[in-house]
């Protein structure tokens, strides 16, 4: 039972910056992706980027050096600043959190609802 929960979206003019943020709670043994997707309309949902409980990140191509991914508070949140945003950056922002919920247990991707990124020209 986990919930996965993102915040920070909303309007932002091109070249500009915002900071999303999730937070996973429940019963949680530990998160072993945590990750950012976004859907705009007409398209499917693409990954953003993604960190690993080690640490390991990927980034889709289109955000390398302008997004950063990062986890905290004993890495059950994870935030995603963005910089340099473009209008191709539009669209619902979805966390992902991979959760194992026992030592036993196979790990369960979650998702969150979802938060509005809106780039003006």
């Known amino acids: 039972q986990v919930q996965v929960v993102e915040s920070g979206g909303g309007l932002v003019q091109a070249g500009g910056s915002l900071r999303l943020h999730c937070a996973a709670s429940?019963?949680?043994?530990?998160?072993?992706?945590m990750g950012w997707h976004r859907q705009a309309p007409g398209k499917q949902r693409e990954l953003v980027a993604r960190?690993?409980?080690?640490?390991?990140?990927k980034y889709a191509d289109s955000v390398k050096g302008r997004f950063t991914i990062s986890r905290h508070n004993a890495e059950n949140t994870v935030s995603l600043e963005m910089n340099r945003l473009k209008s191709e950056d539009k669209g619902v922002y979805y966390c992902?959190?991979?959760?194992?919920?026992?030592?036993?247990?196979?790990?369960?991707?979650?998702w969150g609802q979802g938060t509005q990124v809106t780039v003006s020209s």
């Open positions: 992902n959190a991979r959760v194992g919920e026992g030592i036993w247990s196979a790990a369960r991707n979650y």
């Open positions: 429940g019963s949680i043994f530990n998160i072993r992706d």
């Open positions: 960190i690993t409980a080690g640490g390991d990140i």
